[in-house]
């Protein structure tokens, strides 16, 4: 449904986004993540035509998004949800999507139940929206038409722990019945839950995708002790695995805990934590993999 082939885009000498590739499927939930700056932006921006590519091609439904006949009726898209016009209403906006778009006058109604704004909140200006009454706003216009394909650039942002689980479960609903999703976010954990694939993009180029299970195994086995960690990696090494260590200390391994479990007795290492990889093992990677893009880690 999405594909996204040898895509560059320059600014001047800079690389925003370097030959990516990746494609999003029908039933399922792709999640692109990366650090702030490392180009999930501007990729969905060329995705639905409001930045060019320097190099590359992006499809939608095998065709590129301005060759849409009705762009609104096959993808929502959900770029900034703080770019509403602040001086009209919610039930405005959605009314001009829906008149735009050439749908019937109930969708708009049914839309504002969909995303739990009242009646009351419908008929105030946007200017007096909360972020969180603007995302679901936002997610509105975009599911008006009934898309196939939905894109969404960090919507969670402003949402309270309610208002993630709404989002979480209306979008496995969407995709459950068919849909394809590309849904943006720097932060792993929030999307980890609800995305079937992963795409991770570090300073415009993909360091790592594939399924969720995939990445998963890939983490293997997150090892911790407060001393001796050199010794046990040593052991790890001469048995032929791979032991590379992982932020705030630690190490990770393709071994499986049983055998790390041995080769720390038997070399006199003491564990602090051993645990196959799950949520906490698949972020570990992921900072790995973008710890030179971490703004926070960034050296001048």
Excluded: C
């Excluded at 320059?10 to 029908?26: C, H, I, M, Q, R």
């Excluded at 065709?63 to 898209?77: F, K, T």
Aim: hydrophobic share 40%; glycine share 12%; proline share 4%.
């Amino acid at each position: 449904m999405i594909a996204i082939e040898s895509l560059t885009r320059k600014y001047g000498g800079l690389n925003a986004v370097d030959n990516v590739s990746f494609t999003a499927e029908p039933g399922r939930v792709t999640g692109f993540l990366g650090p702030n700056g490392a180009g999930k932006s501007t990729t969905m921006r060329i995705l639905v035509g409001l930045t060019k590519a320097t190099e590359g091609r992006t499809t939608i439904l095998g065709r590129s998004y301005a060759d849409l006949p009705n762009p609104g009726r096959e993808v929502g898209v959900l770029l900034d949800a703080s770019a509403q016009h602040a001086g009209r209403t919610g039930r405005e906006i959605l009314t001009i999507a829906q008149r735009t778009m050439g749908l019937p006058s109930s969708r708009v109604a049914a839309m504002l139940e969909q995303v739990s704004l009242t009646s009351s909140e419908a008929d105030r200006r946007v200017r007096n929206y909360s972020l969180g009454m603007r995302q679901r706003l936002g997610i509105a216009t975009a599911l008006i038409g009934d898309p196939q394909v939905l894109i969404l650039d960090e919507p969670a942002n402003g949402l309270d722990p309610a208002g993630i689980r709404w989002m979480r479960d209306l979008l496995r609903g969407y995709a459950n019945d068919g849909g394809t999703v590309l849904l943006s976010s720097h932060l792993l954990h929030e999307i980890e839950v609800i995305a079937d694939d992963l795409v991770v993009i570090g300073r415009g180029r993909i360091v790592a995708s594939g399924t969720k299970a995939s990445l998963l195994q890939q983490a293997g086995t997150t090892v911790r002790a407060s001393s001796g960690l050199a010794d046990l990696e040593a052991a790890l090494r001469s048995n032929g695995f791979d032991a590379n260590p992982v932020p705030e200390g630690g190490l990770r391994t393709s071994a499986d805990p049983e055998l790390v479990g041995k080769l720390a007795l038997a070399v006199g290492v003491a564990l602090s934590e051993l645990r196959t990889a799950d949520g906490a093992g698949l972020e570990d990677m992921f900072l790995e993999l973008t710890a030179d893009t971490q703004r926070e880690g960034a050296v001048a």
